[in-house]
């Protein structure tokens, strides 16, 4: 099995189909917006920013939302990483919430973003 391909993207909207099975950190909100575009491009797991989860929950709607779509997604929690700054999604993110598929994945709310893109690569590296 191959190793997947990272992208750290600003904006979830950088990505289209040649990126599908990739892993998409990005910068954007979990809204359903941005959940339309990466079910478009359809990444192995997609990582927002829960942009402190907003009213409704609407910061966190891409999660079920991509889950219906057998998509796997989670987000970093806002007061961890700059909203819009996927190197800070990278680097200083912590998982926050995760729907059913990225927690199949190894994503866990309370670990580093840092952490779970390392464990997806090299798993697959020693595949």
Sequence with gaps: ???????????????GPQDAGCLAVSGSHGGISSA?????????????NDAGVGR??????ALAFLQQHGLAACT???SSARIGEA?????????????????????????????????LTNQHRTA
Excluded: W
């Design 1 to 15: 099995m191959t190793t997947p391909i990272l992208r750290v993207v600003d904006s979830i909207t950088q990505l």
């Design 36 to 48: 339309r575009y990466a079910l478009a491009a359809r990444p192995r797991l997609t990582v927002f």
């Design 56 to 61: 409704d929950a609407a910061g966190l709607a």
């Design 76 to 78: 970093v929690t806002h």
């Design 87 to 119: 190197a800070s999604t990278l680097e200083d993110g912590m998982i926050s919430h995760v729907n059913t598929l990225a927690r199949q994945l190894g994503a866990v709310p309370g670990q580093s973003c840092k952490v779970l893109v390392e464990s």
